[in-house]
RNA sequence: GCCCCCGUAGCUCAGUGGACCAGAGCGACGGCCUUCUAAGCCGUGGGUCGCAGGUUCGAAUCCUGCCGGGGGUGCCA
């Protein structure tokens, strides 16, 4: 599924990568017509950007090739090389080592496509690799019955990323949050929120066993006590609390709204799980279940029985007392999704907690039908996030209230921070914030150096405005067309982070640009009397402002003028 | 027991089949402000890529086993 190489994509200006690997096509199908190289199935180039003294781009198809075609790689990539139409952005290939085919891009023709980058402005990097295909992301759908943890924050930033990607890759693409408004959860909330209600007024009520113990469950219910008085007093008992807990929610939900806009976070929708409810489609799904014989009745219970081949055990759909699972609700949740929505691929994100839903989950849409080919439904699991505080790792829990919430991390480190601690680490790697730390590192965090090199960009052009200059012609330097390579290669990174689904990509590329760009700054004077060259730099200039501030935009961090 | 993720520099983490791919940030140490923001730059030190096999022309990267850490494993969500 990860696609690493996107030969289709087309942008204002083409990526390196996909010109080079037409060429090395165009090149293999002319040894093969003159007959330097036996017939092969087409092959797609793969490229890797280097940059570095062996290559800027470097191919080793050719190795790969002397499998199929029974040459040495080496004869095989000098074929191809002598073979190759010329191209006004290549200025030098050579093979090496046992067969690689490298690469130098041409100095002048890079200089050149920096007007192209900022002619493109904030679409510089995207493309339309996506065609407009129609995706769903669904991420945070914590339930409403608490603030939101550090790791919903984590899923929130990635989640949110991906989105931003997917659609910088020409995807339309629809942000949804799942509202579990309705079940057994909602319940124990509405009584242990009542029970501090009831309590408040004076009255008595009995604490749920499994009930929420947070401070934030009193703090609820005195703020229903001031808005609504002691009107839900007596309607507190398990069957008459629908009202109750409807406002609970409310009030959950408004919380986690508040926390998700101060992160930069916005859904298009917020999918309501009791309004599914209501519409029946949990009873339609199952229904439809058990037309095709994945269902089963069992110890008074409902149950889900996979297909053969599916390693997933069985799973209860409804309970013996009559109530649907999570995991019914859930299915009838999907297949709204394809089935009625239409989406050609939907993404969750999910914590690690959820992580055993994940194989019944696909299970149960395979019996659907409704995503037969299992790509379209993409899973993604964003592993722990374990919290330091003054050294100790917390362990965390909703139920039990002892957890650091998101809102705690927001304040302490803001939220430009914040998603760029959550966008530098791989998803599936466990991760550590050590609060301590980040307070502590304020000054020094990364994001404030990325920051910084936007902000310099635009310091620049502000000395520019006022500066008086001379005619002259002096060339750039090597630095100058390194810089420029380094701009060329971020239509490339976008969409190796979508596809892959891993948006840390444009986060480390971003810190590699800041940091050229620092040492470029500190070495050469963009600003002078030369009139020409600094004409020239300042469009440089204008390029890395403006790719700096299109990565930061597909992070959601912002992109200050001054610091 | 079974399932998932991880094990790379003192710390937090990139790199997941290619040849200078052994890296970054932070921390440590030493330099650099009369010039476009020193929230910066330059330099030094630091790792048998958990261990053992295997596949391959080539493995930190793929496979197997083991060890270690975290999480999940409910007619909770």
């Not at 057994?184 to 509405?190: C, D, R, S, T, Y």
């Not at 007392?321 to 993404?347: L, M, N, Q, S």
């Not at 994100?349 to 395979?366: E, F, K, L, P, S």
């Not at 992070?555 to 003028?561: D, K, S, T, Y």
Request: net charge negative; glycine share 10%; proline share 4%.
């Amino acid at each position: 599924m990860p696609v690493r190489h996107d030969p289709a994509s087309r942008g204002p200006t083409p990526m390196i990568r996909s010109r080079l690997s037409a060429l090395l096509s165009d090149g293999l199908s002319a040894a093969q017509a003159a007959g330097a190289v036996a017939a092969t199935p087409p092959v797609t180039f793969t490229l890797e950007r280097r940059d570095d003294d062996l290559a800027h781009y470097s191919s080793s198809e050719a190795l790969r090739l002397a499998r199929i075609v029974g040459a040495p790689p080496r004869a095989i990539a000098e074929s191809i090389v002598a073979h190759l139409p010329p191209s006004p952005a290549v200025s030098r290939v050579e093979t090496a080592g046992p067969g690689f085919i490298n690469f130098w891009i041409d100095d002048a023709w890079v200089l050149q496509q920096l007007s192209a980058i900022t002619a493109a402005g904030t679409s510089f990097g995207g493309s339309s690799a996506g065609g407009g295909s129609r995706v769903q992301v669904e991420y945070v759908s914590a339930n409403p019955t608490g603030p939101l943890t550090a790791g919903a924050g984590r899923g929130g930033v990635v989640g949110d990323a991906l989105a931003r990607l997917l659609d910088a890759c020409g995807y339309e693409v629809s942000r949804e949050y799942y509202v579990n408004d309705a079940g057994h959860q909602v319940e124990i909330l509405g009584q242990s929120v009542y029970h501090y209600y009831a309590a408040t007024l004076g009255a008595g009520s009995s604490f749920p066993a499994d009930g929420y113990r947070g401070d934030y469950v009193a703090e609820w219910a005195e703020q229903i006590v001031r808005d609504d008085g002691s009107r839900w007093l007596g309607t507190g008992g398990p069957s008459d609390a629908r009202g109750f807990e409807a406002r609970a929610v409310e009030i959950g939900l408004a919380a986690i709204r508040r926390d998700l806009d101060d992160l930069g976070i916005e859904f298009d929708e917020w999918f309501s799980e009791q309004a599914m409810r209501d519409r029946g489609d949990v009873d339609e799904v199952i229904h439809v279940l058990d037309e095709q014989g994945f269902v089963a009745q069992r110890d008074g219970a409902v149950w889900f029985i996979g297909g053969a081949g599916e390693d997933d055990r069985e799973n209860v759909l409804v309970r013996s007392r009559g109530d649907p699972t999570y995991f019914a609700v859930d299915i009838a949740y999907h297949r709204d999704k394809f089935a009625k929505r239409g989406f050609e691929r939907v993404i969750d994100v999910w914590g690690a907690d959820h992580h055993g839903h994940v194989a019944r989950m696909h299970a149960a849409m395979q019996a659907l039908d409704e995503s037969a080919d299992a790509a379209r439904l993409e899973i993604l699991v964003t592993q722990m996030v374990g919290i330091r505080t003054d050294g100790a790792l917390g362990r965390q829990g909703k139920r039990s209230g002892k957890f650091v919430t998101l809102r705690e991390v927001l304040d302490e480190v803001g939220p430009a921070a914040t998603r760029y601690f959550f966008l530098s680490k791989a998803i599936d790697s466990q991760m550590e914030f050590d609060l301590e730390l980040a307070k502590r590192e304020d000054a020094e965090n990364p994001v404030y150096y990325i920051q910084m090199a936007h902000a310099r960009c635009a310091g620049i052009q502000r000395t520019a405005e006022t500066a008086r200059t001379a005619a002259g012609a002096a060339t750039l330097t090597p630095d100058d067309v390194a810089l420029a390579r380094r701009l060329l290669a971020f239509p490339e990174v976008v969409v190796d982070a979508c596809h892959n689904r891993e948006p840390h990509r444009v986060t480390h590329y971003l810190l590699d640009l800041a940091r050229v760009f620092h040492s470029y700054y500190n070495k050469h004077r963009v600003v002078t009397d030369d009139a020409d060259r600094t004409a020239r730099r300042l469009e440089l200039v204008r390029a890395v402002q403006q790719v700096l501030a299109n990565g930061l935009g597909l992070l959601g961090i912002a992109a200050p003028e001054r610091m």
